[in-house]
């Protein structure tokens, strides 16, 4: 079965730190890309990053470039979102999904999605 499950979200204060984690499961990771999403009430799915499944090149939104940073640990095949400097406009759900396309950040491209863990930014 293919699974994709996220966790690491909570409350931090502006400033603060957060790792996601999204762990995979039921398909081979290397044929696939990973993306980090998020979505704040009201407002579309946003792409943040994605790194491909054997851990090679990642790529970012200009809203998240030089703050969070994508990585994979290939042997447990989970990808964490390290996110730092975080800001109040950072609270959203956050996703991770899958896509056999290279440096993807169109959310219609993914195919599988995790359910999403919170993250809340707020003093």
């Known amino acids: 079965q293919v699974q994709l499950v996220e966790s690491g979200g909570g409350l931090v204060q502006p400033g603060g730190s957060l790792r996601l984690s999204c762990a995979a499961s039921?398909?081979?990771?290397?044929?696939?890309?990973i993306g980090w999403f998020r979505q704040a009430p009201g407002k579309a799915r946003e792409g943040l990053s994605c790194i491909g499944g054997s851990g090679g090149m990642s790529y970012y939104a200009d809203s998240v470039k030089g703050r969070f940073t994508i990585s994979m640990d290939n042997a447990k095949n989970t990808i964490y979102l390290q996110m730092n400097s975080l800001k109040p406009e950072d609270t959203a759900v956050y996703y991770c999904?899958?896509?056999?396309?290279?440096?993807?950040?169109?959310?219609?491209?993914?195919?599988?999605w995790g359910q999403g863990t919170q993250v809340t930014v707020s003093s």
């Open positions: 999904g899958r896509t056999r396309l290279g440096h993807s950040l169109t959310t219609y491209e993914y195919d599988t």
């Open positions: 039921g398909f081979i990771l290397d044929y696939y890309t």
